[in-house]
């Protein structure tokens, strides 16, 4: 009967050992990832431990702007392991990331995960549905939509026809009043609204059609003329070109095109009535007075 409590007893202390062991010599502790990364929004990440032993795991470090849902476990899990929830807050910063260690431990087995935040990321918009904003020429009111997750902003205008109402700054989410003054010009007018908070600059162009009334027609008489060949010298230095017959009646061709392109320019404004003269004898000397003069033979 001794030699019985005897061999129970030593039996005993060494399913004691081998728990110990196991415990503490040789466990295997498995993480889903070692790297989390979060945008500087902020928003939720998710690890899952796993045990190979007997022993539970314990998790440290980190920081304050993350929470977990768990600090411990046995990593069993019901067999899928154990699901820890990072809840990572928004990064105040728009120029620094940030990170945190976190420090899981199940017996003498380690593993460190880290949490790597960007920075936030500034928003400050007026969101439309192009680029620029185009209003017609008379006096016009619009409201325009500002979207932003900083503290503050300021709105100006570069131009004096374009007024913004008051108030000129906002915090977060806003609204802008910009009156544009009918414009009386004959061309399409351009500015700039300019949101600004700290380094973070917004421009917003904003135009306006024309609104001027067109004089009536006025015609200009320009007389146009071809030197074909030139021999002179001019500021001290020798020059001389010539030119085809198919390259004179290229410049002539050029002609009806300028006329369009001024009086399309001009919306009827301006007509040009272009006549075209052409130097036959050989231009030998420019001179004096205000402005260069030929001296030729014959103009046909």
Request: charged letters at 15%.
């Amino acid at each position: 009967m001794k030699k019985i409590c005897m061999w129970l007893a030593v039996a005993s202390l060494a399913v004691i050992a081998a728990c110990q062991n196991d415990q503490n010599g040789n466990v295997e502790l498995l993480i889903s990832a070692d790297t989390l990364n979060v945008s500087g929004n902020g928003g939720t990440a998710f690890v899952t431990v796993f045990i190979n032993g007997s022993a539970h795991w314990s998790v440290a470090g980190g920081a304050e702007w993350c929470s977990l849902n768990r600090t411990s476990g046995d990593g069993f899990g019901e067999g899928d392991g154990d699901t820890v929830r990072i809840t990572v807050a928004e990064n105040p910063s728009f120029e620094e990331p940030r990170n945190a260690v976190f420090t899981f431990t199940a017996g003498n087995a380690v593993h460190a995960v880290t949490v790597e935040q960007e920075a936030l990321n500034s928003l400050l918009t007026i969101p439309t549905n192009n680029t620029s904003i185009v209003l017609p020429a008379k006096d016009t009111t619009i409201t325009l939509f500002v979207e932003s997750n900083l503290d503050t902003w300021t709105a100006t205008s570069n131009r004096e026809w374009c007024v913004i109402s008051p108030p000129l700054s906002g915090s977060g989410n806003g609204t802008l009043t910009v009156h544009l003054n009918a414009n009386p010009e004959l061309y399409q007018r351009s500015g700039m609204v300019t949101l600004t908070s700290g380094t973070v600059k917004l421009n917003k162009p904003i135009s306006q059609t024309p609104g001027g009334e067109y004089p009536a027609t006025t015609v200009w008489k320009v007389l146009w003329v071809i030197c074909p060949a030139m021999d002179v010298v001019y500021n001290g230095k020798p020059y001389k070109t010539f030119m085809t017959a198919d390259e004179i009646e290229l410049v002539k061709q050029k002609a009806p095109w300028y006329e369009e392109f001024i009086e399309e320019h001009t919306h009827g404004a301006l007509d040009i009535e272009i006549t075209i003269e052409v130097l036959r004898d050989t231009v030998t000397s420019l001179h004096g007075g205000e402005g260069p003069k030929m001296s030729v033979a014959e103009r046909t």
